[in-house]
């Protein structure tokens, strides 16, 4: 079985500073990890994903993600919020064949001026 | 079609009603999936299509909820006797195939479904 835990509901930071949306996962096998971001009224984007290559992971809009084994984590940063980075953020578990995707609950990212 | 698509993109319906949401895939994607978010909550999984095989109703919150796919490619997500519960936003998502590099999904905007 696999579970995803996305510690904090709200995150709130201020434009120019560091951005840390922690996540941690449970998985019987290797896993694929992935980070999806949600506008407000806008559909689910695709950020970044982890497939068992680099565990340090590049995606959009100058955000990464590094996969830890030991720790069971991915944790997603980005070194300056801005403005437009304010939405829901999902960390996402998957099995190697696409067919288990489990959502955690989302952490909502707020960038104060 | 570039994206997934689904209509309608809002459904207002009366208790008791049946309706019919509709999600394209993108072309060429053999997975499909249908999530509902209710307000302010995460992604709750309901079925999953892979190809021709029998789909994953696990994630079914009941028997008013059934899904099928035609051809391999648009699905349609049913909903019988609808109760207010039912009020959430429906999403649709595809993959391109059961492999770990590919195996990420692709939504759909959504159908916004309320229940009165």
């Known amino acids: 079985a696999q579970s995803v835990t996305q510690l904090d509901s709200h995150v709130s930071v201020s434009e120019g500073t560091p951005v840390l949306l922690r996540c941690n996962y449970s998985?019987?096998?290797?896993?694929?990890l992935f980070w999806y971001v949600q506008h407000p009224n806008k559909g689910l984007q695709l950020l970044l994903k982890?497939?068992?290559?680099?565990?340090l992971v590049k995606g959009i809009n100058g955000f990464e993600a590094e996969f830890k084994k030991s720790e069971t984590s991915f944790h997603l940063t980005k070194p300056s919020a801005h403005m437009s980075d304010a939405a829901e953020y999902f960390c996402?578990?998957?099995?190697?064949?696409?067919?288990?995707?489990?959502f955690g609950p989302g952490t909502r990212l707020s960038v104060l001026p | 079609g570039a994206g997934v698509s689904q209509s309608p993109s809002n459904k207002v319906t009366e208790k008791g009603k049946d309706v019919e949401l509709r999600c394209d895939p993108i072309?060429?994607?053999?997975?499909l999936y249908w999530y509902r978010q209710s307000l302010g909550q995460g992604l709750e999984f309901l079925i999953y299509?892979?190809?021709?095989?029998?789909?994953?109703k696990s994630g079914l919150p009941s028997d008013r909820f059934s899904a099928e796919r035609t051809g391999g490619s648009v699905s349609t997500l049913t909903i019988q006797r609808t109760q207010q519960e039912d009020s959430a936003v429906y999403l649709c998502?595809?993959?391109?195939?059961?492999?770990?590099?590919?195996?990420?999904?692709?939504f759909g905007p959504g159908t916004r479904l309320t229940v009165l």
């Open positions: 998502a595809s993959s391109f195939q059961v492999a770990a590099a590919y195996n990420e999904q692709f």
């Open positions: 998985s019987s096998y290797s896993p694929s």
């Open positions: 982890y497939t068992s290559a680099a565990t």
């Open positions: 996402v578990v998957s099995d190697n064949y696409g067919q288990n995707f489990v």
């Open positions: 072309s060429g994607h053999t997975a």
């Open positions: 299509f892979q190809g021709n095989s029998a789909p994953d």
